[in-house]
């Protein structure tokens, strides 16, 4: 399983990015998605997810109403879209997988692959 993480940047505040994250080597289609970000100095936090049939999206406190996270099966990539990024969004981004978000879903112990990480850099 590979997952290749895409699209940081250095950005200034409020402005948009939108991160890919290719996946190869599982069924796409039948896992969860979601992104993970991990300030400098910081402990990795969950940032959104999204299910299966992309019914149903989760979103920290902290992106909520400015990140949607979104999945492309026929070209096997989850992407996330942040607007209105902030300082405080600067982080190393990490796409990761799992099989359902029947259990918590940003419980980090419960993601089974990770990308290798990109890095968002918002200047004020």
């Known amino acids: 399983v590979q997952l290749q993480a895409s699209g940081g940047g250095l950005v200034q505040a409020g402005d948009s990015l939108r991160l890919s994250c290719a996946a190869s080597?599982?069924?796409?289609?039948?896992?969860?998605w979601g992104w993970f970000r991990q300030a400098p100095g910081k402990e990795r936090e969950f940032a959104a997810a999204?299910?299966?049939?992309?019914?149903?999206?989760y979103y920290a406190d902290s992106v909520k109403g400015r990140f949607d996270i979104s999945r492309d099966n026929a070209e096997n990539t989850v992407y996330l879209q942040m607007n209105s990024l902030k300082p405080e969004d600067t982080a190393v981004y990490y796409c990761?997988?799992?099989?359902?978000?029947?259990?918590?879903?940003?419980?980090?112990?419960?993601?089974?692959?990770w990308g290798q990480g990109t890095l968002v850099t918002v200047s004020s």
């Open positions: 080597g599982l069924a796409f289609s039948n896992y969860a």
């Open positions: 990761a997988v799992r099989r359902d978000l029947v259990l918590k879903v940003d419980t980090i112990s419960l993601w089974g692959y």
């Open positions: 999204i299910d299966l049939g992309s019914s149903r999206k």
